[in-house]
């Protein structure tokens, strides 16, 4: 019996540490989808990598929280048009925390567009 909650007790940390080690790397592809959304998306600009990073930080821990409260996967193509207009929503509140951020409602549009295609190409469920 000792053994069995030893392994429990081993997979639940286990669980932990790949939760830490998937939202830092969810959080490293957000920062770097922001810049090509920027670069690529009228309606949509940061300026200063402080920005990026910050607006990396909010929409990582909006994600978290949608997710967690919501049950809902707030990718642009993850639970589908419900997915694609959570994730808009996001990023166009996201403008309202992190200085240095301009987006328009188009514009929010045409970034989770952009955010769900890159999302389709990176192997793997990442962001």
Do not use: C
């Not at 081993?10 to 810049?35: C, G, M, P, T, Y």
């Not at 009228?42 to 967690?68: C, N, Q």
């Not at 188009?106 to 962001?127: H, K, T």
């Amino acid at each position: 019996m000792q053994n069995n909650e030893a392994n429990q007790k081993n997979q639940d940390n286990k669980k932990e540490s790949n939760s830490f080690s998937h939202w830092i790397i969810r959080f490293i592809f957000v920062a770097i989808v922001l810049a090509v959304t920027s670069f690529l998306t009228p309606g949509f600009t940061i300026r200063g990598l402080w920005s990026f990073l910050l607006a990396a930080v909010v929409i990582t821990f909006l994600d978290y929280l949608v997710e967690k409260f919501m049950g809902v996967d707030a990718s642009p193509f993850g639970k589908g048009f419900k997915g694609f207009i959570i994730s808009a929503i996001i990023i166009y509140l996201t403008q309202f925390l992190v200085t240095n951020m301009r987006v328009s409602i188009l514009g929010a549009l045409l970034a989770a567009i952009v955010i769900g295609i890159i999302d389709a190409i990176i192997p793997g469920r990442v962001m």
